[in-house]
């Protein structure tokens, strides 16, 4: 092969990747842009885009709706105290398998990841039945239960990264330094793992709020997450406030993303790698 | 005065490898001792065993008189400088260096003084409210020097303290490491694999291979009289003849080497020996200068290829024989000389350090 065709080769190579990106790009976006225009829509059906006027009407539809502030209200309060009880026992869970050796502890891990692969409806049945077996009825409290089996996975595979990925021998230095291994925790492991104790939170709190397959078996008539009444709602009457819903809920996300990178720092984040000498 | 730190045979296996194989040495307090040997050895585990991260299987270990073996690292009052240095990342360099003595329990309000006399010792003031990843590889190394002699240790450990640095930095800190070490006057173990390390910083080198000890010695010694093959391979470049002892006298040996070479060397009481000549002993002049008729030994040659190293040259001979000589000499602006010339090689009795062959690692057989 002569040098410009190997050039060509390279170059069309280059533009496939490029293309190929830019595709995939395309599917992912597209549909969020398509759905904030049609949440702004003025027109009372759904028609084709792009809309002719734009309006707040059916954000406004949707404060109204007494099923959507319950649901949200529920769902924000789930969503938080899921992540704070995953962040803590996400967290002694993780340094527990870190440290230890013992023969089934990869069983155990596998155990602790499980929720991840095991289909999310087996989850929802198992756990209404167990829960009503020893008497938990409370649709609040078997929400927060599903929500965080299904989340816990989350932190524990970040915090465990973290772990793995941090150097032994800082602890080490700390005790050669006259702390003992409890104060090495607190002064230079537990530092050093914020990052993946942060990065598991945003993932928790964003599985949590987003459920619908677990939280379906577990509500009960008066307590019911935002999705699963969006979705309930869609099958009985379909109109674009689910469009605002869904425009509502990138904002939190949005704002959850922003408020972290004040608080935490992207870099720290995401780049574990500057913690390494 | 007690030992600064006693071996007493000490034993640590891991698995079926035995990393430290019944090891035994004494170390007097403010000595400088070198733990010098290849990777793989056993010497980290012994450092690891006096810092308290490893308990030996066997033996017992005392630092300053006190039995320790059982001891936790924060039990002990040891300092300890990491290869990587092992700063904590999120904390200021005047935190790290505060760390110790946080823990150890100094009067809070003497720290910041004795944060700012560190800082001073290691040349770096002003430095102190820097984070460890804004400092060059030099000045987190003597961070961590700061940090680990803080406490006032009795007993400092460096591990490979100048691996991770350049060659150029290295040779500057190796100095400034030696003068630091001098002023806090406390006891010290540098553990390296680097012979040139062991050798400027200890005043005494302990050899290691295969989980023991097996030379102890001033550096000059372990270098000029090494007790085996491996000791003298490991200390430096060196050639090896090997040869047959033809004639003996008082105290010396006539020898036949395999290539026909006739040389005198000290005597050995085996008649199979092996004859090792460092390169730098060696005197290397053009093929039929008479300097070399008063040398013990001299022979003549051919210049094979000529290394240039700088202020040193390495210049590798073949002889008549077929034997392959190097020669280590300062490097002359100059002189011609160059691959094919002969020249005539020359060095006496004296420079060579002869053994009996066939015992190439020097452990008891």
Partial sequence: MTGTAKRLGDRLLGGAMIAMLGLVLAFLVTPLLVTCLLAFDARSFLGPLPPPALSMRWFEKLVSLDYVTTGLATSLKIAVLTTSVDVFIGTAAAVALDRSNFPGRSLVMAVFLSPLIVPAVVIGFALLLFLSRIGIVDGFTRLLCGHIVITLPYVVRTVLASLSGRDRRLTEAALVLGATEHQAFWNITLPLIRSGMVTGAVFAFAVSLDDVAVSMFLTDPSTYTLPVALVSNMRASFDLTIAAAAVLLMAVSAVLIIVLERFVGFDRLLGQGLFRS | ?365
Avoid at chain 2, 95 to 110: F, M, P, S
Wanted: net charge neutral; glycine share 10%.
């Fill in chain 2, 1 to 365: 005065m007690s030992n600064a730190v006693e071996f007493h045979r000490v034993s640590r296996r891991f698995g079926a490898v035995t990393a430290v194989d019944d090891v035994s040495f004494s170390i007097a307090a403010g000595e400088t001792v070198a733990l010098l040997g290849p990777s793989g050895c056993g010497k980290t585990s012994i450092l690891r065993v006096i810092a308290g991260f490893e308990r030996p299987d066997h033996g017992t270990v005392s630092i300053g008189g006190r039995d320790v073996t059982a001891l936790k690292p924060y039990e002990r009052n040891v300092g300890l400088l990491f290869q990587h240095y092992a700063l904590f990342p999120h904390m200021t360099v005047a935190e790290n260096i505060a760390y110790g003595l946080r823990h150890r329990g100094a009067d809070r309000r003497e720290i910041p003084d004795r944060v700012e006399a560190m800082l001073a010792l290691v040349r770096l003031q002003g430095f102190g409210s820097r984070r460890p990843h804004q400092l060059s590889g030099g000045q987190q190394q003597r961070v961590a020097l700061a940090r680990a002699l803080a406490t006032r240790p009795g007993l400092i450990l460096l591990d490979e303290p100048l691996s991770a640095l350049d060659a150029k930095l290295r040779q500057d800190l190796r100095a400034e490491l030696k003068q630091v070490l001098a002023a806090v006057n406390s006891t010290a173990m540098v553990v390296t694999h680097d012979q040139e390390e062991a050798m400027s910083l200890g005043e005494r080198v302990f050899l290691m291979q295969a989980g023991r000890i097996v030379q102890v010695g001033a550096p000059s010694d372990v270098y000029g009289r090494p007790g085996s093959r491996f000791a003298a391979d490991f200390m430096g470049r060196t050639n090896w003849i090997e040869a047959q002892v033809t004639r003996r006298e008082t105290g010396l040996a006539r020898a036949l080497s395999r290539s026909g070479l006739s040389l005198t060397v000290p005597d050995c009481p085996s008649d199979a020996i092996d004859i090792c000549v460092r390169p730098e002993n060696i005197i290397l002049s053009a093929a039929d200068d008479a300097d070399q008729h008063g040398m013990a030994n001299s022979a003549k040659g051919r210049i094979l290829n000529v290394a240039l190293l700088g202020s040193t040259r390495q210049i590798l001979v073949e002889m008549a024989g077929g034997e392959q000589i190097l020669v280590m000499q300062a490097n002359r602006v100059g002189d011609g000389l160059g691959p094919g010339q002969a020249v005539t090689i020359g060095f006496p009795v004296d420079a060579c350090i002869t053994m009996p062959a066939g015992n190439p690692t020097g452990l008891a057989a």
